[in-house]
């Protein structure tokens, strides 16, 4: 069982940055697959990134490529997305997941936070 706590949401003007934390609890944290997911009003939610244990196994959606960054810090059992040159198209609650199957990284978590807003204004 694992516990997720996201922060760092706010109104931010076009072209701007945000980092969005997801701290975790639990002593495993280090085990779970962790993803950032978003939902838009009236869309269905969508995967943004995944981090499979170190920064070196990333795993990104299309759009946010080139401008999002997933990191961790497992001593800190948290987990973090940098959000650069925000587009208003980003406006949606974050959502920090985690799993431990590999399978399917963009799907399937197990554990979820409350999630965090992020407005971006044009």
């Known amino acids: 069982q694992v516990q997720l706590v996201e922060s760092g949401g706010r109104l931010v003007q076009a072209g701007g940055s945000l980092r969005l934390s997801c701290a975790a609890s639990?002593?495993?944290?280090?085990?779970?697959?962790m993803g950032w997911f978003r939902q838009a009003p009236g869309k269905e939610r969508e995967f943004v990134a995944a981090?499979?244990?170190?920064?070196?196994?990333?795993v990104y959606t299309d759009s946010v490529k080139g401008r999002f960054t997933i990191s961790r810090d497992n001593a800190k059992n948290t987990v973090y997305l940098q959000m650069n040159s925000l587009k208003p198209e980003d406006t949606a609650v974050y959502y920090c997941?985690?799993?431990?199957?590999?399978?399917?990284?963009?799907?399937?978590?197990?554990?979820w936070g409350q999630g965090t807003q992020v407005t971006v204004s044009s």
């Open positions: 997941a985690a799993k431990t199957r590999l399978l399917n990284i963009r799907a399937e978590y197990d554990y």
């Open positions: 639990g002593r495993t944290f280090s085990n779970y697959i």
């Open positions: 981090i499979i244990w170190s920064d070196v196994n990333t």
